[in-house]
């Protein structure tokens, strides 16, 4: 079995920070031992890795991506072997993926195929959410053999009418059926039917470019939906995750539903907390680059955002990974901002600019690993094995450089899409060195992973219930 020592760093967890030496064994974390001591300075190992003046954190867990995904007539630019390669580079060695159920088809023939794009190809391991496009009697029974399987989160979508939208019966069947199965709803809480009509009238006055994106997805018709699922979980009884939350009066309906004691959870993600209506806004069609659903909102709701998350009104950020080229993709809504695909690229840029937010004081170290690595894992039944150093663990680890400068660029990016959102931002801090299952993935500036090294993860359920 071979052996591994992470020497000299500062391991940090979501509970604690230590300076310790890490060992570990076939994969898995061993032991962690305080540097100098008798027990750490005896480990005989293969590999040792310098980690002095470095972090020692568990690699990330992305539990929102979108590779390959179809939309508005294209793909996600990332496959799933170009975007778990890039994810690892950012130090992110989970990712949670959504399948999709296509309307008329079973959730089965729809996670067979997400299975088909994974298999194989994945530089880090992956599990799968469903995405429920089709609610009706058979796909609810099916819910519960996905559950057993570890399949066991479900999105809904409040948004996007005659593509995965459901009306609120459905809605409330699937929540019914997740409050006796173990399962958990994650939303997207947007009023898509009222976003129709107002994007219809946009249209109909000439109002076509990318910012009129976020005018008409308004921050009202993100906080009525999310009040809406929030009473129609309360209702079934049923916990309630809310994704890709931008918006304060979202946060503060997500707040007060915690305060009364529902099991409810929020998402946030980097754009919403680092960019603003200002880049939608860009000259000619720039714009087009940050068309995502929840829209960027004005720069005052990230205040409200890092609140949420240093209050832990917001448990999780994750990416929404879903990139598409400005180039061939982006370029398809020049002369209607509607047929924009929705979605930014952003699975390299996690851990880093969380990272960034600690150095800018919005959150503290601890709380950037609980947000980023231990909070999803737990969310989605993956705690302990991913999320944490701790014995027994999966060796999924990460050694960071706190002290490095680096320019986010699609010059150096390993996302397979031809700009960044971040293009030109320095942030302080960098991954050193990624090991997925105790298998460098990175290593001294290189990617020394393979396709095929990432598994899937079956996952259990909501570990905060
Ligand atoms: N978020 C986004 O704009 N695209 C991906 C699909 C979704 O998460 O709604
Ligand atoms: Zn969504
Ligand atoms: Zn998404």
Excluded at 69 to 90: H, I, S, V
Excluded at 245 to 255: R, W
Excluded at 420 to 449: C, F, H, M, N, W
Excluded at 455 to 460: C, H, K, Q, V
Aim: charged content about 20%; glycine content about 10%; proline content about 4%.
């Amino acid at each position: 079995m071979s052996r591994t020592v992470i020497h000299g760093g500062l391991v940090v967890t979501a509970s604690d920070e230590i300076h310790a030496d890490v060992l570990i064994e076939g994969g898995r974390i061993a032991a962690l031992a305080a540097h100098g001591t008798d027990a750490a300075t005896g480990w005989s190992a293969d590999r040792r890795i310098d980690a002095t003046g470095m972090y020692v954190v568990p690699g990330g867990v992305d539990a929102h991506t979108h590779m390959e995904m179809p939309f508005g007539g294209t793909y996600a630019a990332d496959t799933f072997e170009t975007g778990t390669r890039a994810a690892a580079w950012g130090g992110t060695t989970t990712i949670v993926d959504f399948a999709i159920q296509s309307m008329g088809h079973s959730l089965r023939e729809g996670l067979d195929t997400w299975h088909a794009k994974a298999d194989g190809n994945c530089a880090v391991d992956y599990g799968f959410h469903m995405i429920l496009s089709d609610v009706n009697e058979s796909s609810l029974k099916e819910m519960n053999r996905l559950v057993a399987e570890g399949v066991t989160s479900f999105k809904l979508f409040m948004a996007y009418p005659g593509v995965f939208y459901s009306d609120d019966g459905r809605i409330l069947r699937a929540m019914q059926r997740a409050s006796g199965n173990g399962g958990l709803i994650m939303m997207h809480a947007e009023n898509g039917i009222a976003i129709d009509v107002l994007v219809e009238q946009a249209l109909a006055e000439g109002r076509t470019d990318p910012r009129h994106h976020g005018d008409v997805r308004k921050v009202a018709l993100e906080a009525e939906a999310t009040h809406r699922a929030i009473q129609l979980a309360r209702v079934a009884g049923a916990p309630l995750y809310v994704v890709h939350v931008s918006a304060d009066e979202a946060v503060a309906e997500i707040a007060a539903a915690r305060h009364k004691g529902l099991p409810v959870f929020g998402e946030t993600c980097p754009q919403y907390l680092f960019l603003s209506t200002d880049n939608l806004a860009e000259p000619g069609f720039e714009g087009a680059k940050y068309v995502c659903s929840t829209p960027l909102r004005p720069r005052e709701h990230q205040e409200a955002l890092w609140r949420g998350l240093r209050n832990n009104e917001l448990q999780v950020v994750s990416t929404d990974h879903c990139p598409f080229c400005f180039s061939g993709q982006k370029e398809m809504g020049r002369e209607d901002f509607s047929k924009i695909p929705n979605g930014m690229p952003g699975v390299e840029n996690r851990m880093d600019l969380l990272h960034q937010a600690v150095v800018d004081g919005h959150i503290s170290r601890r709380r950037w690993i609980e947000i980023a690595c231990a909070s999803p894992a737990r969310m989605f039944g993956l705690y302990p094995k991913k999320g944490t150093i701790a014995p027994g663990a999966d060796a999924d680890v990460v050694v960071y450089d706190p002290g490095a400068e680096q320019t986010i660029s699609a010059r150096t990016h390993h996302m397979n899409v031809d700009y960044s959102a971040y293009e030109g931002k320095r942030v302080t801090g960098q991954v050193r060195t990624v090991l997925s299952r105790g298998v460098p993935v990175i290593e001294d500036g290189a990617y020394v992973g393979h396709a095929g090294h990432g598994t899937y993860l079956p996952r259990g359920t909501c570990q905060y219930l």
